[in-house]
């Protein structure tokens, strides 16, 4: 990895907002290709759901593992090369997992999926946070976030939408319907790279005069900012309830991400039919994740932060046990389409209330937290429920999982409590 570009002149706040939303785009524009096409092309290149829950459950672990340690090298190192290097598995694992056949293959490939999730998880929005603040201290960067969620529906609906005309389509018979839509993913990752290569400009507080001496720096720091995120962790109540919501919201994530194409492949008639009707369903989804983001910056005005919070998990719960309870295609294409609602009104609220809870040197850190306990969380729930899916029935584990999600929702308890306490816009912590 190169070193930082540094320019003489800071990144205004509206640009690196710009550069935010764009990188969002290429970064999520491929996962909409494939969104609906991966947990089917690994069924249909026979593999059981016994099997299939251990083959994601693997990238979750490597998640949950690597997630600090890249998360303090990030703060350390600086955000770009970590972003890089990142973009540089996301290829690398892509291409393991459109070739394999087998289940040492896909095995092999979450594993690097995992490096790449761990290598990804925060340091954009690190980047963004920290970029805008040294521009203007009073940017109010939930805006910024919230904007980024919608980009983040939007790429994905526009993803998925392209992905269910290409299977219906299918115009290379050499390839099955469902491997062009990844093989077109794989050239889009192509893109990200370029992209975060060209745009992406180190703020210079996190940059060191040489490369030799900022990799020294990183080894050096690296522990100590991974440390500091575990005492801020320990110390603090409201970040530790907050990072426990993703243990019973990467339960609930299973049931609509990983068993919806499967339970829709059962109502609809098998994989390739399945796959095509995931693109437009995938689209709308996305596209109602956008308007979940863009709801939660309302809502969140009116009822604070916190409470917004609080209702897109319970709802987003009960609308997963709904899809596991409808008998027809119809209803459960239904049901999933307001559960990625609730969804998208989720995430940027939950962002919101873990950088409220960070500050410069460790935001990456904290994110990284979060990110592994959801790796970890998903990974022992896909070794629970691929089981329960196979020996009872993927309706039956899709109920499980969204009962259990709704428990989360208790957890932001403290979050209201101190949102109650400090106003709207809570004082940072103190460094650890």
Not at 252 to 262: K, Q, R
Not at 298 to 325: D, E, H, K, Q, Y
């Amino acid at each position: 990895m190169t070193a930082s570009p540094v320019s003489a002149s800071p990144v205004t706040a509206l640009r690196a907002r710009r550069v935010l939303l764009l990188l969002t785009f290429t970064r999520w524009f491929p996962v909409g290709l494939t969104i609906g096409v991966t947990t089917l092309l690994v069924l249909e290149r026979g593999m059981s759901l016994a099997q299939l829950g251990v083959i994601f459950a693997m990238q979750g672990f490597v998640v949950l593992g690597l997630e600090l340690p890249t998360g303090g090298f990030a703060d350390a190192l600086g955000r770009r090369p970590v972003l890089v290097a990142s973009a540089v598995v996301a290829l690398v694992s892509a291409l393991v997992f459109i070739t394999s056949h087998t289940f040492t293959g896909f095995v092999v490939a979450l594993l690097l999926q995992g490096v790449f999730r761990a290598l990804d998880s925060g340091p954009l929005e690190a980047w963004y946070v920290d970029t805008a603040h040294a521009d203007d201290p009073t940017t109010k960067v939930e805006d910024g976030l919230s904007r980024a969620g919608m980009v983040l529906g939007l790429a994905i609906a526009s993803g998925a939408l392209v992905s269910g005309g290409l299977i219906a389509w299918h115009p290379v018979r050499a390839l099955t319907a469902l491997e062009f839509p990844y093989w077109c993913a794989i050239g889009f990752f192509v893109v990200h790279l370029v992209a975060v290569c060209v745009l992406v400009r180190e703020p210079l507080s996190h940059v060191d005069s040489t490369g030799l001496r900022r990799a020294l720096r990183s080894a050096r720091e690296a522990p100590q900012v991974v440390t500091d995120g575990l005492r801020l962790l320990g110390r603090s109540r409201v970040l530790l309830c907050l990072v426990l919501v993703e243990v019973f919201w990467s339960v609930g994530m299973i049931a609509f991400e990983t068993f919806m194409p499967v339970r829709l492949a059962e109502l609809a008639g098998g994989e390739t039919r399945a796959g095509a009707l995931m693109g437009p369903v995938s689209a709308a989804a996305w596209g109602l994740f956008a308007l979940g983001s863009a709801a939660a910056g309302l809502a969140s005005r009116r009822l604070g932060v916190a409470w917004t919070a609080v209702l897109a998990r319970i709802l987003n719960g009960a609308f997963i046990v709904v899809m596991g309870l409808m008998l027809g295609p119809v209803g459960l294409i239904t049901a999933f389409l307001v559960t990625y609602t609730l969804h998208g009104s989720g995430g940027p609220v939950h962002s919101t209330l873990l950088h409220r809870q960070a500050h410069s040197r460790n935001r990456t850190t904290v994110l990284s937290m979060n990110s592994m306990v959801a790796g970890g969380s998903f990974s022992i729930g896909m070794l629970v429920l691929g089981p329960v899916a196979e020996h009872t029935s993927t309706a039956t584990a899709i109920v499980v999982a969204g009962g259990f999600s709704i428990l989360g929702a208790a957890l932001y308890l403290p979050a209201i409590r101190q949102e109650r306490t400090d106003g709207p816009v809570a004082t940072e912590p103190t460094p650890a």
